[in-house]
């Protein structure tokens, strides 16, 4: 009795540990929804560009709360922007005198530690400087938001 | 004399924990992984000497404008969790953008301790002199990164990748994007 007893803990012991197994070589995909209203925290980018992406995520009307306080937020955006004036040789030779600007920002959630959203942007000769790719980030930032 | 015979419970314990590992085993050695996965590989040997023992493994295959290497054609599970590494001028946000971008089944975190790869590397970026524009016309920038992902557990580094790009029509989005692309061919989906 005590035998037969053993042999079906052993099986169910057996049973339990293939399946664990099989579940941990397959990772799950991750949920990368980001909630309307959700509490953004904007880190300090290069240049000052998280100032310019605070306006532009109010002026686009980006479904988010900035927060700015890190411990009260729920999502984290962080990056890095360049910015490259027009040189003597562009204004006289390529007659442009627009800028040139880069910029690529990530969000993060701030719990899960894993990054939810990601975008860069180039634009060779930006009309607006900075501003215009704050814009774009915020734009397609609003994009992901709703067209989730 | 008597002999002392094990507890049955140890056996089955064995037994269990020697199922529940052997996939994990069989997996390595598919991936050719000859190191003890107990063991870091880098543990009490010098840098050159790692990259001593991963450079006869690495097969090279150029592409359009960059170098790929993969280290016995090792392949990453989908939705493995991945830590890139701050590079210089914030390159790493191009790279995770540009594995959005392309859409690559990786779970990109910000903390290294919850990763299972790291990915790390440099990049330089060289902007449109006054003879390029005068002689050539073109004000775009020439754009170079190489990146490297290792497997944090182990210590080996299983893929590499460089790229050079002359008129980088977007800059250094077009080189993360590029590193992105050729990450992509290496996850298993």
Known sequence: MANRRMVSMAFFLIAAAVTAAQAGEKN?????????????????????????????????????????NRDQADYEITGTADTQKASTAKKLIMGNWHSREEASITLSNIKSGEVVWA???HQEASTHGKRSSAESCAKHLKDAIEGQ | MQHKRPPNSLILAALVLSIATYPRFARSQENGSAQDPSKPANEAKPA??????????LKQASSDEGKLATVNNAKIPSY??????????????YIIAGLRNKKVPLTVVVDRSK?????????????????????????NSNEEASIKIAHLK??????????????????????????????KQIVIE
Request: proline content about 6%; charged content about 25%.
């Open chain 2, 115 to 139: 990763a299972e790869y790291e990915i790390s590397g440099v990049s330089e970026s060289e902007k449109a002199g006054w003879a390029k524009m005068l002689f050539i016309g073109v004000q």
């Open chain 1, 119 to 121: 975008y860069s942007v």
């Open chain 2, 48 to 57: 050159s000497e790692i990259a001593k023992e991963a450079a006869p493994d």
């Open chain 2, 154 to 183: 182990t210590g080996a580094v299983i893929f590499g990748y460089s790229v050079h790009k002359t008129n980088s029509m977007r800059g250094r989005q077009s080189a993360g994007e590029a590193c992105a692309k050729h990450i």
């Open chain 2, 80 to 93: 493995s969790k991945v830590f890139v590494a701050p590079m210089m001028g914030g390159f790493e946000n």
């Open chain 1, 28 to 68: 799950a995909a991750p949920s990368q929804k980001i909630p309307k209203g959700a509490k953004v925290f904007v880190a300090p980018i290069a240049e000052g560009f998280d100032s310019f992406l605070k306006d532009a995520i109010a002026k686009k009307k980006v479904p988010v709360e900035i927060t700015p």
